[in-house]
DNA sequence: CTAAAACCTGACGTTGACGTCAGAGGCAAG
DNA sequence: CTTGCCTCTGACGTCAACGTCAGGTTTTAG
């Protein structure tokens, strides 16, 4: 497929393909007049993409992960990398839950606030 | 405190703090010479911004969020805002346990690969 | 064959949260 | 009063992941 579908189908811009292609994050045949044209396998590979950078990954990272997570070929560097990574997300999410909860207890307080009336009024000017 | 020491004293940079105060979510008595003087409670203060901002929002949306958030106060208006953001957060606490999952997977079968050697090697060139 | 739609390669613009540098001024110690 | 550290206000630099625009080419529909 060119590179329209391809961004239809993943929901991603065209922009954002040539630029993943720069960042040797995807490749795509060329046609005799240099069009880009994918398989069918593009479409995951980029929704492959798209989680990685969820999960706070760079596009270096990435890229110096992909033959890891496509082929499951590893070193121990990479092995390692991968590990380091994983932890730094784990801490990303245990962030996320304090700041969460932090919210929670903010909403819960000026719920209370609002029904019990203090200080929430500001009419009468 | 000056802004050295509460620097220090929260691991933030001095230009992150002064930045701070531009977006309008920090305040400081001056001294006649012009100086930023603040009181104990900055402390808590900023690592109060700094857990919003881990939480992902906005200089923006934390100072519209702080009245809320330090007083107690609240619109209904705010506290709609309040739980937008909640949720939001939320979501990113769910796509982030994807994204883990998915990297546990690649990580245990790149192990299983470099065990049983399986396209591992790329010697004798 | 022709026009429209899709695609191409640069290359500059954007946004957020600061980093960094320059030049000038404040402040406690000796 | 001077030294030296801290602080001040601009103001430009940075980085990532694209957005957007210009000018030109390829592909497809009729």
Redesign the pocket.
């Known amino acids: 497929?060119?590179?329209?579908?391809?961004?239809a189908r993943t929901g991603?811009?065209?922009?954002?393909?040539?630029?993943?292609?720069?960042?040797n994050l995807l490749s795509?045949e060329?046609?005799?007049?240099?069009?880009?044209?994918y398989p069918e396998s593009a479409v995951d590979r980029v929704q492959l993409?798209?989680q990685l950078?969820a999960a706070g990954?760079?596009?270096?990272?990435?890229v110096e992960l992909m033959p890891c997570v496509i082929d499951g070929r590893a070193t121990p560097a990479l092995l390692k990398r991968l590990t380091a990574e994983r932890e730094h997300v784990d801490q990303r999410i245990t962030d996320l839950t304090h700041a969460r909860d932090r919210l929670d207890s903010v909403i819960t307080a000026a719920t209370g606030n609002m029904l019990t009336g203090a200080s929430c009024r500001q009419e009468t000017t």
């Open positions: 497929m060119r590179i329209g579908e391809l961004a991603v811009s065209v922009r954002a393909l040539r630029y993943y292609e720069e960042q795509a060329r046609t005799p007049g240099g069009q880009r044209h993409i798209r950078y990954l760079s596009s270096r990272t990435i």
